[in-house]
């Protein structure tokens, strides 16, 4: 068992899940702070721990509160990262700097996979993976979500790499930095809102037990780095391809407009979406976290199990 880093705060939950060796699954906070608008997001974090719960896992909700690194939180810190008028967006780059100045801050792919890494959890639930911008031959606009996946011994489960960004590029990108990238039960690779993509699975598993031996293959080599677990949003509830294309294409277009850039881009592009699809989109980023939730709670359990 990992001995978790003396910076951390654990819930006693958390803690005594990590202690006895009981299956745990992170959660990323940004969600609750930029992705979704209050009370949904409120509703769907406590939602989701809830599935966790009843999936066999302990959740660990991390985020940064009052300076300290928080692995598992209350309702009232759900409350706070929902409403509070200033809690940053903290990717890797800012964690020392929300520590060192006392903020709140809720915590990204990356610095949730970092912190979660920290604390000794191998499994972690989010929404969809950053990556590649569209238009970073110029931008050079890349998420550091991409180079923590391939550093940070994690098993990452998303619905893929978010739609607004360039799939193909990420997943090059993936490449490069040896993440193995599997696609839960689906030959093709998923795009967020929808099942498929341009790109098929580079790698298809169809159990959380044979995703769970991948992890433990990969780790037990000494090869460090995550596994990026893709797992498609529910067929009930995906927005086909062509009507989600057109509606980021116009969003795409009011952001350059706007002159939005760095890390504003994806929190205004996903805001815009939901408001040209009518609320659809939001519906969809609920439905595939709940999800993604399900599958991750299944993963920790086999990988706590030695599968």
């Not at 702070?33 to 509703?43: C, F, I, K, L, T």
């Not at 915590?107 to 949730?112: I, L, Q, R």
């Not at 890494?117 to 979500?145: K, N, P, Y």
């Not at 989109?281 to 993963?299: D, F, H, K, Q």
Request: aromatic letters at 4%; glycine letters at 10%; hydrophobic letters at 45%.
């Amino acid at each position: 068992m990992t001995t978790p880093h003396p910076a951390l705060r654990l819930s006693p939950e958390v803690a005594g899940a990590l202690a006895s060796g009981r299956p745990v699954v992170a959660l990323e906070s940004t969600i609750i702070s930029h992705g979704m608008p209050y009370p949904r997001n409120v509703e769907m974090a406590v939602e989701v721990e809830g599935i966790l719960r009843d999936g066999g896992a302990t959740p660990a909700t991390i985020a940064v509160l009052g300076g300290v690194p928080r692995i598992g939180l209350e309702r009232d810190d759900l409350e706070t990262l929902a409403t509070h008028p200033d809690v940053a967006k903290v990717s890797l780059r800012d964690l020392p700097y929300v520590m060192a100045t006392g903020a709140h801050g809720a915590t990204t792919v990356a610095s949730t996979m970092r912190l979660a890494a920290l604390a000794g959890i191998r499994v972690f639930v989010t929404g969809g993976l950053g990556g590649v911008h569209r238009g970073a031959e110029t931008s050079f606009d890349i998420s550091a979500d991409l180079t923590e996946l391939g550093q940070t011994d994690v098993a990452v489960v998303s619905a893929g790499v978010k739609s607004i960004l360039d799939i193909g590029l990420t997943l090059e990108t993936l490449e490069t930095l040896g993440v193995p990238v599997v696609v839960h039960g689906s030959d093709a690779f998923p795009s967020f809102y929808s099942r498929t993509s341009d790109f098929t699975a580079p790698m298809r598993l169809d159990s959380a037990e044979e995703i769970a031996a991948m992890m433990r293959a990969k780790w037990d080599l000494g090869l460090s780095g995550a596994v990026s677990v893709a797992n498609p949003v529910p067929v009930a509830d995906e927005i086909p391809r062509d009507e989600i294309d057109g509606l980021i294409a116009t969003a795409l277009g009011e952001c350059e407009e706007h002159g939005i850039h760095g890390k504003d881009v994806t929190p205004f592009l996903l805001g815009r979406i939901v408001e040209l699809s009518g609320g659809r989109s939001l519906e969809t980023n609920i439905a595939l976290v709940r999800s993604n939730a399900r599958l991750g709670a299944a993963l920790a359990v086999a990988w706590s199990r030695g599968a």
